[in-house]
């Protein structure tokens, strides 16, 4: 893990952050109403485990089928005196084939902007994915409902370049393994990057082509990436 030591003028910040319990890989997903808390994503562990045993197969709804391109994730919440915004991160490619086989490529990937206000300091910065992961996804055959892993999905070939913009300017990870980074570091931006992007337990709307994949229901969950067919 490369980092610089002016990260450790903002770490106080940070902590705080964390200790809330708050991230804001775990915002509610934008165009919903009303706001609250969430626990984010896990940041013991860089892979995603479904409920499937690893022998099931998968299976997608016949809208999902194809490749896409997203057009951006954003989130909003506000609760327990943190608040702010996730948007960006245009640029991923995703496949997804009829019988669930999903690939995930973030090398052509914008920014992720994260902007949170927390013990009486705003954390500006961004965060930014790179390489692939590979899965399995289970899915009703409908236009929309739960969208889920079935087996393990490793993200171990994924890494993760996350710069802060406020209230300090400093590089906190140069391309460090994802589950290097949220395993040890994910304090340093108050757990804004998420461990499982995209490929990850969830839900599903296919409107045309156009493809919403947010948290799971009845939950704040995640941002909710948007993306159109390539």
């Known amino acids: 893990?490369?980092?610089?030591?002016?990260?450790i003028a903002v770490k106080a910040i940070m902590v705080a952050a964390a200790a809330t319990g708050i991230a804001l890989a775990g915002c509610s997903s934008a165009g919903t109403t009303g706001s609250g808390a969430s626990s984010g994503p896990s940041a013991s562990t860089g892979t995603s485990s479904g409920s499937g045993s690893g022998t099931e197969t998968g299976s997608a709804a016949s809208c999902l089928?194809?490749?896409?391109?997203?057009?951006?994730?954003a989130g909003t919440f506000n609760g327990n005196g943190v608040n702010?915004?996730?948007?960006?991160?245009?640029?991923?490619?995703?496949?997804i084939a009829a019988d669930g086989k999903t690939a995930v490529n973030f090398d052509k990937m914008e920014p992720i902007n994260f902007n949170f206000a927390v013990a009486g300091g705003n954390v500006k910065g961004s965060s930014t994915y790179g390489g692939s992961v590979n899965g399995t996804v289970k899915t009703p055959s409908g236009t929309?409902?739960?969208?889920e892993p079935v087996g393990n999905v490793d993200f171990?070939?994924?890494?993760?370049?996350?710069d802060l913009t406020s209230p300090t300017t400093a590089r906190v990870a140069d391309k460090v393994g994802l589950a290097q980074f949220v395993g040890t570091n994910a304090a340093d931006t108050g757990n804004a990057v998420d461990s499982q992007p995209i490929l990850r337990k969830g839900t599903y709307d296919c409107s045309g082509n156009t493809l919403k994949l947010g948290p799971p229901a009845g939950t704040t969950g995640v941002g909710t990436w948007t993306l159109e067919k390539a």
């Open 1 to 7: 893990m490369q980092t610089t030591g002016k990260a």
């Open 65 to 73: 089928v194809g490749n896409w391109r997203a057009t951006g994730v």
């Open 84 to 95: 702010g915004t996730l948007t960006g991160g245009a640029g991923v490619t995703v496949n």
């Open 156 to 162: 171990g070939s994924v890494v993760v370049t996350v």
């Open 144 to 147: 929309s409902g739960a969208f």
